[in-house]
C-alpha cells in the first residue's frame, strides 16, 4: 500500500463481515446491511426470556452492534424489565420521563414541531464517566412515512483510518460535555422551546458535567476497538489546541458517517430497535413534518471506557 493508498475501500476489501449466522437455534437472525443492524425474530420481548434466549439475543447484539425486533406489544414495565437483563437502567437528568416512569423518555414530535430529540449524530450520554451500554427505543405512536433512523459502525469508522492517523489517536483523549447540547443556552433556544413542544427539557446542574474519555475506545465485551467521539457532546481533544482538535474531530465525524459503515431501519408500529452505544452512532430523520412521532426510550449505563 503506497504513503496514499489506505483508502476505506482496501480495508473494507480485506475484512468480509462472516456473522455467526448459523449458530442460533432460538432466534432467527436477518442482517440488514453489510455494515450492522439485524432483525430478531421468534422473540416475544413481552415474556419473560429463558437464560438460553437471552444469551443469543445478547450474541446477536454484540456480533451486529443494534438488532430490531417488530411486531412487539410492550407495557412500559416490560420494555424495562428487558433493558434491565443487559444492566441498570440511567435516569436522564434533562428529559423529564414519561408518567411513573423516569427512566423511560419520551423520543417525540408533534405535528407542529419542527425538530426531534437527538437530531444530529451521536453516541447517548458520553458526557458521563460511565456512558451508555446501549438504548432500546420502542415505537408506540408512528407518521405513514418517514422518521427512519440511521446507525453507522464506529468498529469500521477505527479499522478503516489509515495507520497514521490511529497512531496519531493513539491515547488521545476527548472532552464530552452535557451542556454542549443540554446547557442553558441550549434549553432556552428558539429549537428547544419552539422547534420540539412535544418534550420539557429541564434544566440541571448536571449540564456542568464532563467526562474523557479514550478517543479510541476497547469494547469491554468483544475487545474491538471502536472510534468514540461524536458531533453533539464532543467538544474538544485534551492537550491539544482549539484549532487542532476542531479540524482532527470533523475530519472523524465525516469519516465515522461514511454510508458504507450504515444501516437504515423503517420503523412499523410495535418495533424496537436495541443499539451499543459504545461501538455505534445514530441519527434520527427529521423527514416527517407536519406528522406525530412518538418513541419510548430507555438507556441502560455502562462501563468506564478504556
Ligand atoms: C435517539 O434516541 O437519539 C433518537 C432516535 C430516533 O428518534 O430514532
Redesign the pocket.
Known amino acids: 500500500m503506497s504513503a496514499m493508498s489506505g483508502l476505506v475501500e482496501d480495508v473494507l476489501l480485506g475484512s468480509h463481515t462472516n456473522y455467526a449466522a448459523d449458530g442460533y437455534r432460538l432466534i432467527e437472525v436477518e442482517p440488514l446491511s453489510g455494515a450492522l443492524g439485524a432483525e430478531i425474530s421468534g422473540v416475544d420481548l413481552s415474556e419473560d426470556l429463558s437464560d438460553d434466549q437471552f444469551e443469543e439475543v445478547h450474541r446477536a447484539f454484540l456480533d451486529h452492534c443494534v438488532i430490531f425486533f417488530r411486531d412487539q406489544n410492550l407495557t412500559p414495565e416490560q420494555h424495562k424489565a428487558f433493558a434491565r437483563r443487559f444492566g441498570e437502567l440511567h435516569v436522564n437528568p434533562f428529559i423529564p420521563g414519561i408518567e411513573g416512569h423516569p427512566e423511560i423518555?419520551p423520543?417525540a414530535?408533534e405535528p407542529e414541531d419542527r425538530y426531534?430529540?437527538?437530531?444530529g449524530w451521536?453516541s447517548?450520554v458520553t458526557f458521563t464517566e460511565k456512558p451508555s451500554l446501549g438504548?432500546v427505543?420502542y415505537a408506540r405512536e408512528l407518521p405513514p412515512h418517514g422518521?427512519?433512523?440511521l446507525f453507522a459502525n464506529m468498529y469500521m469508522a477505527y479499522e478503516t483510518l489509515s495507520e497514521g492517523m490511529k497512531d496519531l489517536l493513539d491515547g488521545v483523549y476527548a472532552v464530552h460535555r452535557a451542556g454542549a447540547a443540554f446547557g442553558p443556552d441550549k434549553l432556552t433556544s428558539e429549537e428547544a422551546v419552539d422547534g420540539i413542544k412535544a418534550v420539557k427539557f429541564q434544566y440541571s446542574p448536571e449540564t456542568e458535567q464532563s467526562a474523557e474519555h479514550p478517543v479510541i475506545r476497547t469494547h469491554p465485551e468483544t475487545g474491538r476497538k471502536a472510534l468514540y467521539v461524536n458531533s453533539t457532546f464532543t467538544v474538544g481533544l485534551r492537550n491539544m489546541r482549539q484549532v487542532e482538535s476542531d479540524t482532527l474531530l470533523s475530519f472523524l465525524y465525516q469519516h465515522a458517517t461514511n454510508p458504507e459503515f450504515t444501516c437504515r431501519?423503517r420503523?412499523t408500529d410495535g418495533a424496537m430497535?436495541m443499539w451499543d452505544n459504545r461501538c455505534t452512532q445514530?441519527?434520527?430523520?427529521n423527514d416527517y413534518h407536519g406528522q406525530r412521532?412518538i418513541?419510548h426510550?430507555v438507556?441502560i449505563l455502562g462501563d468506564k471506557p478504556f
Not at 426531534?116 to 437530531?119: A, D, F, P, R, T
Open positions: 423518555i423520543i414530535k426531534s430529540v437527538g437530531h451521536h447517548d438504548s427505543l422518521g427512519d433512523t431501519f420503523w430497535a445514530h441519527y434520527p430523520i412521532r418513541l426510550r438507556t
